[in-house]
């Protein structure tokens, strides 16, 4: 690692109204580093990040060196301009533009010569060619963004940002969360491309099995302060999650001995237009039903399905041995499913609305007085879970946006228990949530079992599937391909599973 700084940031500090988001925070990047933050959802890393790409303004006081001359970003572009790029843990792809538009669209867009009011799309669909040739992905440039899925739409956010060629700085923000292992090998790989050119890279992860394979140095936030500074080599993980939450996770996947009832939901002979094929599975009460298989084997199309968000070609769903025609997600609410989306941001959550109105969205008859919402009872009910589910928030008349990714997919858990769900559909429910927030979650989630309901979840995480979950039913190429009991957990089975619709027959 090169011993020369090419970012340096002394005593920088962020208040929000009602909260102090930064204190006094100081640190050094060196030139082909990879510099790792760590922390609790709500510990300021965000908030750090978004200052160095200028999204926010620190407080005065602080200072700011690029390369050693001051540097203050008057904006994303202005960062961008002087080499400091961002991959958010949010997308922020436009949906309903195509795959060269969004690659190109800050940067801007080659023109005809002579012609300079043209744009010359041959030349925009090479150069988008090669950015996202870079990562192997294998995409068709005319199609819009909103058809991926997440994971695919994060690889082209990662691309899209190590392709710049006066890359002084990148910031990771969760890079991984939504992408296979698989994907995960081609972006490390590039890492340490990225590292011999002598870009320094700033990368926050809350999987802990990623630090010490790709980190050099590790700074761990609490509470908006600095903690402590670790080499990755040499961490010790226990150590790491002490320093990062202020005590002992004794268990990290936490699960009681569950007893599974009767079949509470079942699906027979489910298809979608879309990649689903024939898929006949039960979920019971006091399970955990998890679902693996790889981005793209139609995982989360099935409970889309199931919810009512996309049509069903064919087949059924019976809910309590009884078939019910789940048309639509509100449809679905009516006979108590609840199902918490990947993609909190664009489906999950009412962006520009307090937090407590994102409660009770679910069930507002529970709140209405004469046909009328009363403001002060959505209160109080926020406040209740605020205190379950330890949401970190100000106030809950808070906009949901000011909360960090954790908080808001707690926020989304609290709707659906407010709306008295017997059948809870998680997908990616830990994705960008800290180990503490993991822990809590997973908790939250036996305990439902436990009460009887049911609980089907969708993870990319191996680890986690087999954690927490009851059976494992494994979907392959848009079928099922086998269910798992308990017993039987194994990575190498459940891959095994997982690539058997993809082999030549």
């Known amino acids: 690692m090169n011993q020369e700084k090419v970012l340096s940031v002394e005593n920088i500090s962020k208040t929000f109204p009602g909260v102090k988001a930064l204190n006094d925070i100081s640190l050094d990047l060196y030139k082909g580093e990879v510099l790792v933050l760590v922390g609790e959802n709500g510990a ?17 006081g602080g200072k700011m060196t690029l390369d050693g001359k001051a540097y203050t970003p008057k904006g994303i572009r202005d960062a961008n301009s002087q080499g400091i790029y961002i991959i958010h843990q949010e997308l922020n792809m436009i949906p309903d533009m195509t795959i060269t538009e969004n690659l190109l669209l800050a940067q801007g867009f080659p023109k005809k010569k002579g012609m300079k009011c043209f744009v010359d799309w041959k030349e925009a669909d090479k150069q988008a060619q090669a950015i996202i040739d870079q990562m192997d992905l294998k995409y068709d440039l005319h199609a819009r963004v909103e058809t991926l899925s997440v994971a695919n739409q994060q690889m082209l956010e990662i691309s899209k940002a190590i392709s710049q060629e006066n890359a002084k700085v990148i910031i990771m923000d969760e890079p991984t969360a939504s992408i296979t292992s698989q994907e995960v090998d081609k972006l490390f790989g590039y890492i340490h491309k990225l ?31 600095y ?43 489910l298809s979608l237009h879309k990649l689903v094929k024939n898929v006949s599975l039960q979920a019971r009460k006091g399970e955990v039903l998890g679902i693996g298989g790889l981005v793209g084997a139609g995982r989360t199309e099935l409970v889309r399905g199931i919810f009512g968000a996309d049509k069903i070609a064919s087949g059924r769903v019976l809910i309590d041995g009884r078939q019910v025609k789940l048309s639509s997600p509100k449809m679905s609410v009516k006979h108590k499913i609840a199902f918490l989306t990947e993609d ?73 228990l407010f709306s008295d769900s ?84």
Do not use: C
């Not at 590292?195 to 908006?224: C, N, P, Q, T, W």
């Not at 790491?240 to 509470?264: C, D, F, L, W």
């Not at 406040?383 to 960090?404: A, V």
């Not at 190498?492 to 027959?505: S, T």
């Open 195 to 225: 590292k011999a050119r002598g870009i320094g890279i700033i990368y926050i992860s809350h999987r802990l099995e990623e630090i010490k394979r790709i980190g050099d140095r590790i700074i761990v936030l609490r509470d908006g302060t």
């Open 422 to 505: 017997d059948i809870f559909i998680f997908d990616e429910p830990t994705r960008g949530i800290d180990v503490g927030a993991k822990t809590e979650m997973y908790e939250l989630i036996d305990r439902l079992v436990l009460d009887g309901k049911t609980v089907i979840l969708i993870s990319s995480d191996m680890m986690e599937l087999m954690g927490i979950s009851d059976r494992i039913a494994v979907m392959s190429n848009g079928s099922l391909a086998g269910v798992l009991e308990r017993d039987d957990f194994t990575q190498e089975k459940i891959m095994e599973l997982a690539l058997e619709g993809y082999l030549e027959k």
């Open 227 to 269: 903690v402590g500074e670790k080499e990755a080599a040499t961490v010790d993980v226990d150590e790491m999650i002490r320093m990062m939450v202020g005590r002992n996770v004794t268990q990290y996947y936490p699960k009681s001995e569950h007893k599974a009832g009767e079949v509470a939901l079942e699906v027979e002979g």
């Open 344 to 416: 909190r941001k664009i489906l999950g959550l009412l962006m520009g609305q307090s937090i407590w109105s994102n409660v009770v969205i679910s069930k507002l008859s529970k709140l209405g007085r004469f046909g009328f919402l009363t403001e002060g009872r959505g209160i109080r009910v926020s406040d209740d879970y605020k205190e379950q589910l330890k949401i970190r928030m100000p106030s809950s008349r808070s906009l949901i946006e000011n909360l960090s990714g954790g908080n808001q997919q707690k926020v989304i858990f609290a709707r659906w």
């Open 44 to 60: 300021g890393k965000s908030t750090f990040v978004k200052i160095l790409s200028g999204i926010y303004t620190a407080d005065e």
